[in-house]
C-alpha cells in the first residue's frame, strides 16, 4: 500500500516563527530518500515556501509536487515549473473587487501572466493600498525574508495576466463582512480563517470554484499513485483536504472546530509518520 502524507505548513508543521524545524526537515529527506510520498498543502507561494521549505531535497524520490494557494497551483518544485494553476473567470474577478469595495476591504491580488514573468516567476502580486498594520506587515515580511516583489495599482485595468487569488487581512469584523459580500459570486470559492501567528489578525483568501485543499489532495492522489492519503493541518482552510483524505489528523494546538473534524490529534507531524510507518512494518 502506498501512502501520500500532506501537511500543511503554518501553524502545522513550522514552528512560531515560520520556520521549518531542523529535526524535521531530517526526518523529511530521510523518509523522502527512502521512497516514502511526502508532500505540502498550503496557502502561501512558490517563492515564501522555496525559502521555508530550502532544507528539503525536493529531488529525492519520495517527494511530490506541492499544492499552493488553497490548492490554486500546483508545483513540481523540481522541475521548477507549475503542473496546474486554476483561474478565476475575469467577470467574477471584477464582481469580487466590487465586493470588496463596499465593505472598505483592500486585498492583495494575484495574477498569472506568462508574458510578463517576475524574477522568472509569472505569478504576481499587486496591491491599491496598504489598508492596515497586518497589510503592511504581511508585505515587509515577505519582501524582507522571501525577496518577494509587490506591484501597485490604481485600477484594475492595470492588471495584467489572470486573476488566481485575493487575499484580504485584518480584523475579524471586516473579514466577516467582506466574506458575506463575496459569498455567491459564481466562479469563486472562499475560505477565512484567523492568523496561525497573530490571533488579532484574519484571512480571507478568494479563488477559482474549481480550486481548493481538497481538489489538490485529489491531485497529488492520482500523480503519486497513492492507495491512502493522510493529512495535516490546524486551521479552517484545512477542512476541505481533511475530507478528501483517509486519515486526517490536527494537530494539538489546531482550532477546535479542525480538532473535532480530524481522525486523530499530534504533537508533532514527521513523528506522528513515522509511527505510522512502523506500525506498517517500515522502520527509518
Not at 138 to 147: A, K, L, P, S
Not at 169 to 180: C, H, T, W
Not at 197 to 215: D, G, H, M, N, Q
Not at 226 to 249: C, I, K, Y
Amino acid at each position: 500500500m502506498t501512502t501520500l502524507y500532506l501537511s500543511d505548513l503554518d501553524g502545522t508543521l513550522l514552528d512560531p516563527a515560520a520556520r521549518l524545524p531542523e529535526e524535521d526537515a531530517e526526518r523529511i529527506n530521510r523518509m523522502a530518500a527512502a521512497g516514502v510520498k511526502i508532500s505540502f498543502a498550503t496557502a502561501r507561494t512558490v517563492r515564501s515556501v522555496s525559502s521555508i521549505l530550502r532544507s528539503v531535497d525536493f529531488s529525492l524520490p519520495g517527494c511530490a509536487p506541492v499544492a499552493l494557494m488553497n490548492g490554486t497551483m500546483i508545483r513540481d518544485m523540481r522541475a521548477g515549473r507549475y503542473l496546474s494553476v486554476e483561474k478565476i473567470p475575469s467577470d467574477a474577478a471584477l464582481r469580487v473587487l466590487g465586493a470588496l469595495d463596499s465593505t472598505g476591504a483592500e486585498p492583495f491580488v494575484y495574477t498569472v501572466d506568462e508574458a510578463r514573468p517576475v524574477m522568472g516567476d509569472p505569478l504576481l502580486t499587486s496591491y491599491r493600498e496598504l489598508k492596515n498594520d497586518a497589510m503592511r506587515r504581511f508585505m515587509d515580511e515577505r519582501i524582507e525574508r522571501y525577496g518577494k516583489p509587490f506591484l501597485r495599482f490604481a485600477s484594475p485595468s492595470e492588471l495584467t495576466g489572470e486573476t488566481v487569488y485575493f487575499c484580504v487581512l485584518g480584523g475579524e469584523d471586516l473579514i466577516r463582512s467582506s466574506a458575506v459580500a463575496a459569498e455567491g459570486i459564481p466562479g469563486i470559492r472562499l475560505t477565512y480563517y484567523r492568523d496561525a501567528y497573530r490571533p488579532e489578525v484574519w484571512y480571507l483568501e478568494i479563488f477559482s470554484e474549481t480550486a481548493s485543499k481538497s481538489r489538490a489532495a485529489a491531485f497529488l492522489r492520482a500523480f503519486t499513485g497513492a492507495d491512502r492519503v493522510v493529512s495535516f493541518g490546524d486551521n479552517r482552510n484545512d477542512l476541505p483536504m481533511f475530507e478528501a483524505s483517509d486519515v486526517s489528523v490536527a494537530v494539538s494546538s489546531a482550532q477546535e472546530e479542525v480538532r473535532s473534524a480530524a481522525d486523530a490529534v499530534c504533537e508533532n507531524v514527521t513523528e506522528f509518520i513515522l509511527r505510522d510507518l512502523a506500525a506498517q512494518g517500515i522502520r527509518l
